[in-house]
C-alpha cells in the first residue's frame, strides 16, 4: 500500500500550471478518489478558473467517481503503470460522464 497523499497532491499541483488551468477553465467539477485498500476517500474539486484544492473526504454525488488501489495510481502518477490497461484488466474503475473523463485525461 502506498502512501497516497503525495501521489494526489501531485495531481493537484498539475493545476498550478497555466496550460493546465487554461484546459480547466469553467470546467467546475468534483473528483471522488476512493481507496478501498486504504479505506479512504478523497476528493478532488475543480474550480471555475481552472484551479484545484484536494481534501480527504466523500461527496455524495461527485461528477467523476475513480476506484482503485493506492498502488495502482501511485504507479499511474509514476508513469510505471498504464492507466488504460488498469482499466482494462478492472484495476482502475472510473464513473462519470464521457465528456468529463475525456477531459481529464490530460491529468494522466
Do not use: H, W
Amino acid at each position: 500500500m502506498a502512501d497516497i497523499v503525495p501521489y494526489l497532491e501531485q495531481l493537484c499541483a498539475r493545476f498550478a500550471q497555466p496550460e493546465m488551468q487554461a484546459a480547466f477553465r469553467g470546467f467546475t467539477k468534483t473528483m471522488q478518489f476512493t481507496f478501498p485498500d486504504l479505506r479512504r476517500d478523497f476528493t478532488l474539486s475543480i474550480a471555475e478558473d481552472g484551479s484545484a484544492t484536494l481534501a480527504e473526504q466523500t461527496v455524495s454525488q461527485p461528477n467523476v467517481k475513480v476506484t482503485t488501489s493506492s498502488d495502482t495510481l501511485a504507479g499511474i502518477v509514476d508513469r510505471t503503470v498504464n492507466p488504460i490497461q488498469a482499466y482494462i484488466t478492472g484495476k482502475l474503475k472510473v464513473a462519470g460522464q464521457m465528456e468529463d473523463l475525456l477531459r481529464l485525461q490530460k491529468l494522466l
